[in-house]
């Protein structure tokens, strides 16, 4: 009795995302094998995270349209929303850390990025988050504010962290 040749694309296996769950087919065109997601893959803190020489939280995050700095109201863009997030750092290093705002991007489901908004710098060290630099063992919170399109779905805080993305989900 004859085989049928196998394709070049079959799929030899299916793996379950380690972030997710979901089916992946384990092959070639995967590019995000064993995610199934440049989103899964982000998330995935793994044991890399505590690699870091630093100790990053996100507290809180809001999804809003108008935000009061200094009893002033900062209006989203039309067709954009605000993201005000609380973050900490704590520098758990032997070495020096500069942290600030800078640290963070906003990524949506597509990959698209979005930095913290830049300020004067006469208003950057009046808001929450400047640039500091922390000695070993010192800590430093702050909020930090973004602008992101109406279409952008599936929000995560992310940071570069030893070469790899340290992701935060953002759920409403």
């Not at 507290?59 to 863009?77: E, M």
């Not at 997030?85 to 698209?112: E, H, P, Q, R, Y």
């Amino acid at each position: 009795m004859a085989r049928a040749a196998a394709s070049r694309t079959s799929v030899s296996a299916i793996v379950a995302c380690p972030t997710c769950k979901a089916p992946v087919p384990w092959v070639a065109e995967q590019p995000f094998k064993p995610f199934c997601s440049q989103r899964c893959k982000l998330i995935d803190l793994g044991d890399w995270a505590t690699e870091a020489p630093w100790l990053m939280i996100i507290s809180s995050a809001q999804l809003t349209t108008q935000y009061y700095f200094s009893s002033t109201p900062l209006n989203a863009p039309p067709n954009a929303s605000l993201v005000v997030v609380n973050a900490t750092v704590t520098n758990i290093g032997s070495l020096t850390l500069t942290t600030g705002a800078n640290l963070f991007k906003i990524m949506d489901s597509s990959g698209m990025s979005y930095p913290p908004l830049q300020f004067t710098t006469t208003v950057a060290n009046q808001f929450p988050w400047h640039p500091q630099t922390l000695a070993p063992g010192e800590t430093a919170s702050g909020m930090i504010l973004y602008i992101v399109p109406d279409t952008a779905s599936e929000l995560d805080v992310v940071t570069f962290v030893n070469g790899k993305y340290l992701a935060w989900v953002l759920s409403w």
